[in-house]
Nanobody, 123 residues
Framework: VQLVESGGGSVESGGSRWLVCAALRDGESTYCIGWFRQAPGKEREGVAGIKGDGGDATYANSVKGRFTVSQDKTKTSLFLHMTSLNAEDTAMYYC??????????????????WGQGTQVTVS
């Protein structure tokens, strides 16, 4: 599984940003896919994820109502629409996928494939 993120950059506080993850599964099944972030000096945390073919989305409390995760019909692209951004959203954002059927959409430990990350800086 290969994951490539794009869309990061600098944004003003209160602004919005789209992140995109291109997912190449190469025949391997994935059960969860989602977005994580890591700020300097902090642990990596789950932001928003999707589990299963039904596409049920899960969000961290800190982003509920502000971020929306979605994927296209072919499931080759995962999106994160971020609104009402603030300085606490500044982090490296990663796309990740899990090949574990019992994955939890926001649990870092369940994910075995990661992209290289894209930086989002809110000022």
């Amino acid at each position: 599984v290969q994951l490539v993120e794009s869309g990061g950059g600098s944004v003003e506080s209160g602004g919005s940003r789209w992140l995109v993850c291109a997912a190449l599964r190469d025949g391997e099944s994935t059960y969860c896919i989602g977005w994580f972030r890591q700020a300097p000096g902090k642990e990596r945390e789950g932001v928003a994820g999707i589990k299963g073919d039904g596409g049920d989305a899960t969000y961290a409390n800190s982003v509920k109502g502000r971020f929306t995760v979605s994927q296209d019909k072919t499931k080759t692209s995962l999106f994160l629409h971020m609104t009402s951004l603030n300085a606490e959203d500044t982090a490296m954002y990663y796309c990740a996928a899990s090949t574990r059927a019992a994955c939890s959409a926001l649990d870092v430990r369940d994910f075995d494939y990661w992209g290289q990350g894209t930086q989002v800086t809110v000022s």
